[in-house]
């Protein structure tokens, strides 16, 4: 394909020169300058419902030069490339069909990331990633607290090892969140009310004001280290139909988005967005939404500096 920087054509062909959002490739990251690092991992074998987000990554940086055009996002009033530098270092590399040798390579990913003094921003994949994820980013930032944008709790216990529905039950027992702290937004699945966390109902976050959650949340949290967590079933299937196990009932784009937004001041230490699969997409509507929670999460962080 023909590449144009800096509005100076380039005859050369180029494959693959960008990432996500247009950022720069860079498949070494870790000796670099990047302040976070974009990760995909196309993993989708613990999915207990419809498969498919293996290819979410792909999904989220295909639709994302739909959001490249404008040099700094609505409502944030600046460049997010003057404030943030970002690099996408493509795809997590394993063993097809091999579950545990994902989870290994995934976390030494992590591990070695954060030990460059850089931090995540990863693509999913099925939401199983965000354990190994939670595990090197325990070892690095000590006990967490979690925010989590999901339909379902996913703290059952009854699961197989590898299972998108248990990693918050194996998280809080391996020390690495802290479930008094935490908080799970958008639920309206089936779950134990007696686990621990503070879980905020689709019902209760569709009728309580953006300010009133956030306030909660925030008094929740308080200063402690958080991962974010964002399953896009936590939206509306009517917002999000690309999704392996859709539920009717959720959270409007934009009512996510407020939210997201308003958690700018907590200690984000990590990021992910999750569960994207295109196959079930129309209009590449699940992806867009994927991309745009992405991209307001690196707002997030830019307008701390």
Request: hydrophobic residues 40%.
């Amino acid at each position: 394909m023909n590449s144009t920087l800096g509005n100076k054509p380039d005859n050369s062909l180029v494959s693959n020169a960008f990432g996500f959002l247009r950022f720069p490739l860079d498949f070494q990251p870790y000796n670099g300058d990047a302040e976070w690092v974009i990760t995909g991992v196309p993993f989708d074998m613990a999915t207990s419902g419809r498969s498919g987000a293996r290819h979410g990554p792909a999904a989220i940086r295909q639709v994302s030069t739909n959001l490249a055009w404008e040099s700094s996002r609505w409502p944030w009033a600046f460049k997010l490339r003057d404030k943030l530098k970002v690099v996408d270092c493509g795809d997590v590399v394993f063993n097809f069909g091999d579950a545990q040798d994902m989870s290994e390579q995934l976390q030494a990913h992590a591990e070695r990331v954060l030990a460059s003094g850089k931090r995540m921003l990863t693509f999913g994949g099925d939401h199983f990633v965000t354990l190994p994820l939670l595990r090197a980013h325990a070892k690095h930032f000590g006990k967490m607290a979690l925010v989590h944008f999901d339909a379902h709790t996913d703290t059952y216990g009854n699961g197989s090892k590898f299972d998108h529905g248990t990693m918050f039950f194996h998280a809080p027992n391996e020390g690495l969140i802290d479930p008094e702290r935490s908080v799970q937004i958008g639920i309206r699945t089936e779950h134990d009310s007696d686990n621990g966390f503070t879980v905020l109902d689709a019902a209760q976050v569709n009728d309580r004001s953006v300010d009133d959650l956030l306030a909660q949340i925030k008094t929740i949290v308080g200063d402690m280290p958080v991962y974010l967590t964002f399953d896009i079933d936590c939206l509306d299937p009517a917002f999000a139909p690309g999704t392996g196990t859709p539920v009717c009932g959720g959270l409007t784009s934009d009512r996510a988005l407020k939210i997201l937004r308003g958690l700018q001041p907590l200690n984000i230490v990590g990021m992910d967005v999750v569960e994207v699969a295109p196959s079930y997409d129309h209009a590449e509507i699940t992806a867009l939404a994927a991309a745009s929670v992405a991209l307001d999460m690196l707002y997030m962080q830019a307008a701390k500096k």
